[in-house]
């Protein structure tokens, strides 16, 4: 059974920094391209970033660019997002997601999300 | 950058068709995909690549797209399917999703 566990959510204040995890099983993390999607309360999805499967490519939504930091260790089965210079605006859940087999597939398994907070 | 739009709300009476809908540019001639998400709870895939539904999804799920618009129908809408649907395309590389559409079954 596919599992993604994120961690390392909390409350911080505005220009801090964060580093969300996301532990995976089930399945050859290292063959997966791996993204991070938020919502903020009350609102709907938002793409954050993406990440291949080898971790020698990424891409970032506007809005973190320069900011944040996806990464992967295809040993230890985990992603991460550096986060930076955060701002209340961040403040959402914070999902990883799996792609399908294929790049460019829809994202077939969600973890349960962690919340960051941004707040003084 | 590409956009999806979705109308905010939908109702639809129990036993009943339910159709969202999710217009983007030349939305066709992309693959769109759906997903459910109950309050609380993290998103589920519920079709892909246009009309595909994974494993474990109801028959009554069903999904087209053509033109400029992309459509989820559940037929026999029952109220477990109350929930919040989002629609989701690739746009250079990156994913977009759609604002989202809360169903109400009432």
Same mark, same amino acid.
């Given at each position: 059974?596919?599992?993604?566990?994120?961690?390392?959510?909390?409350?911080?204040?505005?220009?801090?920094?964060?580093?969300?995890?996301?532990?995976?099983?089930?399945?050859?993390?290292?063959?997966?391209?791996?993204?991070? %999607?938020?919502?903020?309360?009350?609102? +709907?999805? /938002?793409?954050? $970033?993406?990440?291949? #499967?080898? &971790?020698?490519? *990424?891409?970032?939504?506007?809005?973190?660019?320069?900011?944040?930091?996806?990464?992967?260790?295809?040993?230890?089965?985990?992603?991460?997002?550096?986060?930076?210079?955060?701002?209340?605006?961040?403040?959402? %859940?914070?999902?990883?997601?799996?792609? +399908?087999? /294929?790049?460019? $597939?829809?994202?077939? #398994?969600? &973890?349960?999300? *962690?919340?960051?907070?941004?707040?003084? | 950058?590409?956009?999806?739009?979705?109308?905010?709300?939908?109702?639809?009476?129990?036993?009943?068709?339910?159709?969202?809908?999710?217009?983007?540019?030349?939305?066709?001639?992309?693959?769109?995909?759906?997903?459910?998400?109950?309050?609380?709870?993290?998103?589920?895939?519920?079709?892909?690549?246009?009309?595909?539904?994974?494993?474990?999804?109801?028959?009554?799920?069903?999904?087209?797209?053509?033109?400029?618009?992309?459509?989820?129908?559940?037929?026999?809408?029952?109220?477990?399917?109350?929930?919040?649907?989002?629609?989701?395309?690739?746009?250079?590389?990156?994913?977009?999703?759609?604002?989202?559409?809360?169903?109400?079954?009432?």
């Amino acid at each position: 059974e596919v599992q993604l566990v994120e961690s390392g959510g909390g409350l911080v204040q505005p220009g801090g920094s964060l580093r969300l995890s996301c532990a995976a099983s089930g399945f050859t993390f290292s063959s997966y391209w791996m993204q991070w %999607v938020r919502q903020a309360p009350g609102k +709907g999805l /938002v793409w954050v $970033s993406r990440i291949n #499967s080898d &971790g020698s490519s *990424t891409t970032y939504a506007d809005s973190v660019k320069g900011r944040f930091t996806i990464s992967r260790d295809n040993a230890k089965n985990t992603l991460y997002l550096q986060m930076n210079s955060l701002r209340a605006e961040d403040t959402a %859940v914070y999902y990883c997601a799996r792609e +399908g087999a /294929v790049a460019g $597939s829809p994202l077939d #398994s969600w &973890g349960q999300g *962690t919340l960051v907070t941004v707040s003084s | 950058s590409y956009e999806l739009t979705q109308p905010p709300s939908v109702s639809v009476s129990p036993g009943q068709t339910a159709s969202i809908t999710c217009s983007g540019d030349k939305l066709g001639d992309k693959y769109a995909c759906w997903y459910q998400q109950n309050p609380g709870q993290s998103p589920v895939l519920v079709i892909y690549q246009d009309t595909k539904r994974p494993s474990g999804i109801p028959e009554r799920f069903s999904g087209s797209n053509s033109g400029n618009t992309a459509t989820l129908t559940i037929s026999g809408t029952q109220a477990m399917d109350e929930a919040d649907y989002y629609c989701q395309a690739w746009d250079s590389g990156t994913v977009v999703f759609g604002g989202g559409t809360k169903l109400t079954v009432l």
